[in-house]
């Protein structure tokens, strides 16, 4: 078998991983970004009176929905224990932390699948 097709070390094929990791850093990122509005339009509403961006708490509630729905897939796909799983999803909720959580994610998957 070549690297592309054969079964890493829990049976999953090396693409299957590929993919949920390449899945989850998109949305990694996408969380955080849309965290980061989140803040934003606290600081207006709360801080300013305005409203403008009324529409991101909903935005970011679903995209926060996909996140752990990728999340579980990779960690189903890569066999993670169940505190690892609470912590990266965990890391979609906490400014900045879905950034540092999917670089050190991504580098532990890379390293344990030879990816």
């Not at 849309?34 to 409203?51: I, N, Q, S």
Request: proline share 3%; net charge neutral.
């Amino acid at each position: 078998m070549t690297e592309t097709t054969s079964s890493t070390e829990t049976g999953t094929p090396v693409e299957k991983v590929r993919g949920a990791l390449l899945r989850y850093r998109i949305l990694a990122w996408i969380t955080g970004l849309w965290l980061l509005l989140l803040v934003a339009e606290l600081v207006l509403k709360y801080g300013f009176d305005v409203d403008a961006l009324d529409f991101v708490p909903i935005v970011h509630g679903w995209v926060y929905f996909v996140y752990l729905i990728l999340t579980i897939d990779l960690a189903i796909k890569v066999r993670w224990p169940l505190g690892k799983i609470i912590l990266t999803c965990i890391a979609g909720t906490i400014p900045f932390l879905s950034f540092w959580f999917e670089h050190i994610r991504t580098k532990e998957v890379k390293a344990q699948y030879n990816l």
